[in-house]
């Protein structure tokens, strides 16, 4: 793995923080960032020692979008062909929580990722936005429907076809996001977060973010279905076992995450 130019990486306790550090463009998302991200994150989603992630940026910027100056002299067929903004799937494909922990603007493909994380922690300074129709574009990393599944049509249709901000109040109140919390404590609170999560069992974390988000892709009955038979799974753990007794006998549980 080569240093990463555009991010900084660290875990603090069992939790991978990654920091988008490409101030001189306000984190602005290019293939270089992107790459840098993927990888980072999923080098903490093998790591056993690792049970979340958090994602964050600057406090001026989480991020405000994709790279324009990278985007603005591009053919059709060279994004059609190139099939650009893809590979950001694959921040989707990770198994273990995100967090994205947003301070400033999160605009475009910043709002975007941060919607690709599954929660959102917000500094009281934090800006959202689909500007894109500001620049003659639509979002092109998600915003049409993950915008509209967190807020509902008529704020999704308000933010994308007029382009305009919301600060941190209006994006809580919408469910965008989870927390607000004051601007200087954003990462200590977001890895705190993350830190409570990772104690938990690893492996029953994940099968309730993989249920949780069966909700968003399929109908009540086959997400029921899909939540019981994931619930049955739990007790093929031995960390069941243990939190279960833990209660029982009236201590802490210590999981051994399998
Ligand atoms: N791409 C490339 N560079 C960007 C950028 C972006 N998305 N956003 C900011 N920058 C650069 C600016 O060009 C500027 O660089 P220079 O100093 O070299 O001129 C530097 O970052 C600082 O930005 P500003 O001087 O504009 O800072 P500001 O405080 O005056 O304004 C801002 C902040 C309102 C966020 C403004 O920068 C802005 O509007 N940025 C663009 C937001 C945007 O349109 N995002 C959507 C991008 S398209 C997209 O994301 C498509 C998709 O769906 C994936």
């Not at 840098?36 to 790591?47: C, G, L, N, Q, W």
């Not at 004051?182 to 409570?196: G, M, Q, R, S, W």
Request: glycine share 8%; hydrophobic share 45%; charged share 25%.
């Amino acid at each position: 793995e080569q240093n990463p130019e555009n991010i900084t990486v660290e875990q603090r306790g069992r939790v991978g923080l990654i920091t988008l550090n490409r101030p001189k463009a306000l984190n602005a998302l290019n293939r270089d960032l992107m790459e840098e991200v993927i990888a980072a994150a999923r080098a903490f989603d093998t790591d056993p020692a690792v049970g979340a992630i958090v994602i964050t940026g600057s406090e001026k910027a989480f991020a405000a979008g994709a790279d324009i100056k990278e985007m603005q002299s591009r053919s059709f067929s060279d994004v059609y062909g190139g099939d650009l903004f893809s590979d950001w799937d694959r921040i989707t494909k990770i198994r273990k929580p995100i967090i994205a922990a947003v301070a400033g603007y999160a605009l475009g493909g910043g709002c975007e990722l941060a919607m690709m994380c599954d929660l959102i922690i917000a500094a009281d300074s934090a800006k959202f936005g689909q500007p894109e129709i500001n620049l003659g574009v639509i979002p092109g990393m998600g915003g049409t429907q993950r915008l509209t599944r967190a807020v509902g049509k008529s704020k999704a249709m308000d933010l994308v076809l007029t382009g305009r901000m919301m600060d941190a109040e209006e994006a809580e109140r919408s469910g965008l996001v989870a927390r607000i919390v004051p601007a200087a404590e954003l990462v200590d609170a977001a890895v705190a977060v993350a830190e409570t999560i990772g104690a938990k069992s690893l492996p029953v974390v994940m099968m309730a973010k993989e249920a949780v988000n069966v909700a968003l892709e399929t109908t009540l009955s086959e997400g029921v279905r899909f939540e019981r038979r994931t619930f049955f799974s739990t007790f093929a753990t031995e960390d069941q076992k243990e939190g279960m007794s833990a209660f029982v006998e009236k201590r802490d549980p210590e999981f051994k995450h399998r």
